[in-house]
């Protein structure tokens, strides 16, 4: 008993973190999520085209292959990409794209490449990768304008991703407020809101969300699109974040620190933010976590649909909509690469919100720290 | 010291009962205690004895105003002058809360985990009395080291300590505002036998310390009658009998009592446990 930390005196807020650290899965994930958050925030940088630069060279190009080993000079250690051979099936009149050996663009890292205005603050031209001017890559390939898709992957991800942030945030607010309320005084407040939670949850929310975003007025600005979309995604969620946090409100306020504090003299707001919200922010922040996932496939569904986002934004939803010819999937599948990444971005946050229930309650659960 | 700390005059805690569905109309209530009066000397420990539903707890909850009592009073005499604690509105109530305080009897339960038993010691103090960290820190050592607690124990959370321990933290935290009133609701049913024992005699040594008054509230005949001058005898929300606990216990009145009584094992263990059945002593059964 004598080891360097005893574990009665580890905090509440550690043991929950040993406890996540032994969730291999939930950790992948969340490492996994800082990296696409983090490249969706600096994706000026990480991108290689401007999301709307075109390439006319490569219109529904393939993916170019990284290559490693040259046929002449053998193996090299800098990677490089050959240029597009176009061909045109004169039977189909599809365009068929083949590596052309005779153009080699070698790539660059952390080189300069096309010029960009990083977060609109201040201009720059250095790339994560890159290729001389006289060449292109195009990693994901491109769509029907020469567009990378690669880049738009990534400036889609900044607003998708950042959709399923606001919105859980407003949807954490709206739930946390409400469900309080309804949860802390009790009587006809907590009837009356329980009941119009019902309502909102009895309406299908494809519907739902179709008409609220087909009110959005179209004079709007891309930006206010974007917000507007968030608040319209919140206004539905949060209802079942209400009904967990009046839950647990119910049940601890007549837990018996509770009571003791209220004993104490303590005042309302003392026994909200000092004793009831500690003792379950862990499922708060869990529940949200599993609701981020909800917002982003609501977003791709809307923008998909056509409704969401438009045009000049670039989000996953808006990329998709490319895809929604069903040629796409035998003549230039590349197009639903935005989906794998949709995909992806939602089994990781549900692996970390399972990650994070089960260690939620550092003191409970069978297989204690 | 025989002046009077708090005098209940007919005492009333009535609890609604709802009816299933939509519309929850109150259908009737439950009368947990009814037109209980008592008096309380300051200095002394009156235990409240009674079985389970008798309304112990309904009354010592409404007398410390964790829950409103439905009609009655309780003057309470105050640093302030005198006070009827069941007309009080919350807030009028908050700086009493310094004057009177209540030991749980979930000592599990009674403390936030997610504090540190620094922070739990010295809530009141931030309440009611704020100051520097520094001067709050000095009098929650002080009053760890008065309970029986190292100084070391403000930096843990409270599922670092046992039990016992955590009686003791909760003792602290009631008695750090130095109340005249304390309320002991089952303080000691949760802990085991030697343990008890040693927060009993931790409570007596407070008392004759700091000049505290304890309602003492016991379903243990033996506990009440080592630790209380005086007891009630409660069954089914009215006092059936009062009095010093040895003539309580030495000379029953009520058939309630002596059913009470007829119910405590013997430490010898020959002699079999035989309680009184209540059809012979004209109780109804529950």
């Given at each position: 008993?004598s080891s360097?930390?005893?574990?009665?005196?580890?905090?509440s807020?550690?043991?929950?973190?040993?406890?996540?650290?032994?969730?291999?899965l939930?950790?992948?994930?969340?490492?996994?999520?800082?990296?696409?958050?983090?490249?969706?925030?600096f994706?000026?940088?990480?991108?290689?085209?401007?999301?709307?630069?075109?390439?006319?060279?490569?219109?529904?190009?393939?993916?170019q292959?990284?290559?490693?080993?040259?046929?002449v000079?053998?193996?090299?250690?800098?990677?490089?990409?050959?240029?597009y051979?176009?061909t045109?099936?004169?039977?189909?009149?599809?365009?068929?794209?083949?590596?052309?050996?005779?153009?080699?663009?070698?790539?660059?890292?952390?080189?300069?490449g096309?010029?960009y205005?990083?977060?609109?603050?201040?201009?720059?031209?250095r790339?994560?990768?890159?290729?001389?001017?006289?060449?292109?890559?195009?990693?994901?390939?491109?769509?029907?304008?020469?567009?990378?898709?690669?880049?738009?992957?990534?400036?889609?991800?900044?607003?998708?991703?950042?959709?399923?942030?606001?919105?859980?945030?407003?949807?954490?607010?709206?739930?946390?407020?409400?469900?309080?309320?309804?949860?802390?005084?009790?009587?006809?407040?907590?009837?009356?809101?329980?009941?119009t939670?019902?309502?909102?949850?009895s309406?299908?929310?494809?519907?739902?969300?179709?008409?609220?975003?087909?009110?959005?007025?179209?004079?709007?600005?891309?930006?206010?699109?974007?917000?507007?979309?968030?608040?319209?995604?919140?206004?539905?969620?949060?209802?079942?974040?209400?009904?967990?946090?009046?839950?647990?409100?119910?049940a601890?306020?007549?837990?018996?620190?509770?009571?003791?504090?209220?004993?104490?003299?303590?005042?309302?707001?003392?026994?909200i933010?000092?004793?009831?919200?500690?003792?379950?922010?862990?499922?708060?922040i869990?529940?949200?976590?599993?609701?981020?996932?909800?917002?982003?496939?609501?977003?791709?569904?809307?923008?998909?649909?056509?409704?969401?986002?438009?045009?000049?934004?670039?989000?996953?939803?808006?990329l998709?909509?490319?895809?929604?010819?069903?040629?796409?999937?035998?003549?230039?599948p590349?197009?639903?690469?935005?989906?794998?990444?949709?995909?992806?971005?939602?089994?990781?946050?549900?692996?970390?919100?399972?990650?994070?229930?089960?260690?939620?309650?550092?003191?409970?659960?069978?297989?204690?720290? | 010291?025989?002046?009077?700390?708090?005098?209940?005059?007919?005492?009333?805690?009535?609890?609604?009962?709802?009816?299933?569905?939509?519309?929850?109309?109150q259908?009737?209530?439950?009368?947990?205690v009814?037109?209980?009066?008592?008096?309380l000397?300051?200095?002394?420990?009156?235990?409240?004895?009674?079985?389970s539903g008798?309304?112990?707890?309904?009354?010592?909850?409404?007398?410390?105003?964790?829950?409103?009592?439905?009609?009655?009073?309780?003057?309470?005499?105050?640093?302030q002058?005198?006070?009827?604690?069941?007309?009080?509105?919350?807030?009028?109530?908050?700086?009493?809360?310094t004057?009177?305080?209540?030991?749980?009897?979930?000592?599990?339960?009674?403390?936030?985990?997610?504090?540190?038993?620094?922070?739990?010691?010295?809530?009141?103090?931030?309440?009611?009395?704020?100051?520097?960290?520094?001067?709050?820190?000095?009098?929650?050592?002080?009053?760890l080291?008065?309970?029986?607690?190292?100084?070391?124990?403000?930096?843990?959370?409270?599922?670092?300590?046992?039990?016992?321990?955590?009686?003791?933290?909760?003792?602290?935290r009631?008695?750090?505002?130095?109340?005249?009133?304390?309320?002991?609701?089952?303080?000691?049913?949760?802990?085991?036998?030697?343990?008890?024992?040693?927060?009993l005699n931790?409570?007596?040594?407070l008392?004759?310390?700091?000049?505290?008054?304890?309602?003492?509230?016991?379903?243990?005949?033996?506990?009440?009658?080592?630790?209380?001058?005086?007891?009630?005898?409660?069954y089914?929300?009215?006092?059936?009998?009062?009095?010093?606990?040895?003539?309580?216990?030495?000379?029953?009145?009520?058939?309630?009592?002596?059913?009470l009584?007829?119910?405590?094992?013997?430490?010898?263990?020959?002699?079999?446990?035989?309680?009184?059945?209540?059809?012979?002593?004209?109780?109804?059964?529950?």
């Amino acid at each position: 008993m004598s080891s360097p930390q005893l574990l009665q005196d580890v905090s509440s807020a550690r043991l929950t973190w040993l406890r996540f650290k032994r969730h291999r899965l939930a950790l992948a994930s969340g490492i996994f999520l800082v990296v696409i958050y983090l490249t969706a925030g600096f994706c000026e940088f990480f991108a290689v085209y401007e999301p709307n630069s075109r390439n006319p060279r490569a219109i529904y190009a393939p993916p170019q292959q990284v290559h490693f080993i040259d046929p002449v000079e053998g193996f090299q250690l800098r990677p490089f990409v050959y240029g597009y051979h176009l061909t045109i099936n004169p039977d189909t009149w599809v365009r068929e794209y083949t590596e052309d050996h005779s153009q080699k663009f070698p790539l660059q890292f952390f080189a300069p490449g096309e010029a960009y205005q990083f977060w609109n603050l201040f201009g720059a031209s250095r790339h994560f990768v890159t290729v001389p001017d006289t060449g292109y890559l195009h990693l994901f390939g491109t769509d029907k304008l020469g567009r990378d898709i690669f880049s738009r992957v990534l400036y889609g991800a900044r607003i998708s991703l950042s959709l399923g942030l606001l919105g859980v945030a407003l949807t954490i607010v709206l739930g946390v407020l409400i469900g309080g309320l309804a949860g802390y005084l009790g009587g006809m407040v907590d009837n009356v809101i329980q009941r119009t939670i019902e309502v909102l949850q009895s309406i299908p929310t494809l519907p739902l969300w179709m008409a609220l975003s087909a009110a959005l007025p179209p004079h709007w600005s891309p930006l206010g699109v974007y917000f507007g979309i968030i608040v319209i995604l919140s206004f539905i969620q949060w209802t079942g974040l209400a009904r967990v946090v009046r839950g647990r409100f119910l049940a601890l306020r007549e837990e018996d620190f509770v009571v003791a504090a209220r004993l104490l003299g303590a005042g309302r707001l003392r026994i909200i933010f000092r004793h009831l919200l500690p003792s379950f922010m862990s499922h708060i922040i869990t529940t949200a976590t599993l609701a981020i996932p909800g917002m982003i496939l609501a977003e791709t569904a809307l923008s998909f649909l056509g409704v969401g986002l438009r045009a000049p934004i670039v989000s996953w939803g808006v990329l998709l909509q490319q895809a929604q010819n069903f040629q796409v999937i035998i003549l230039t599948p590349w197009l639903l690469i935005p989906g794998v990444f949709v995909v992806l971005v939602v089994i990781a946050f549900n692996l970390l919100g399972d990650g994070m229930r089960d260690a939620a309650d550092p003191y409970g659960g069978s297989n204690s720290a | 010291m025989s002046d009077e700390l708090l005098r209940v005059n007919q005492l009333n805690v009535r609890f609604p009962v709802m009816s299933r569905g939509l519309l929850r109309r109150q259908t009737s209530d439950f009368h947990a205690v009814k037109d209980l009066s008592f008096h309380l000397n300051r200095g002394e420990t009156l235990g409240i004895v009674g079985e389970s539903g008798s309304g112990k707890t309904s009354l010592v909850r409404a007398l410390i105003r964790a829950i409103k009592p439905s009609s009655g009073s309780a003057v309470f005499n105050s640093s302030q002058g005198q006070v009827d604690l069941c007309q009080l509105s919350d807030k009028q109530l908050v700086p009493l809360r310094t004057q009177m305080q209540m030991i749980f009897q979930d000592p599990f339960a009674s403390l936030n985990p997610r504090m540190k038993v620094g922070e739990i010691i010295a809530e009141p103090l931030a309440i009611h009395a704020p100051a520097s960290r520094a001067e709050h820190r000095g009098r929650v050592i002080e009053m760890l080291g008065r309970v029986g607690l190292e100084a070391s124990a403000i930096q843990r959370f409270p599922h670092a300590f046992s039990g016992g321990q955590r009686q003791r933290i909760g003792i602290a935290r009631a008695l750090i505002m130095q109340p005249a009133l304390v309320v002991c609701d089952e303080a000691v049913s949760a802990l085991d036998v030697s343990v008890q024992a040693q927060v009993l005699n931790l409570l007596a040594d407070l008392q004759a310390e700091l000049g505290l008054t304890y309602i003492f509230v016991s379903h243990d005949l033996n506990v009440v009658r080592h630790f209380c001058e005086r007891a009630l005898v409660m069954y089914r929300g009215e006092v059936v009998e009062e009095g010093a606990v040895d003539d309580l216990f030495d000379r029953p009145q009520h058939n309630y009592t002596r059913l009470l009584l007829s119910a405590i094992p013997s430490i010898d263990p020959d002699v079999r446990l035989a309680p009184l059945s209540r059809a012979s002593l004209g109780l109804p059964i529950e």
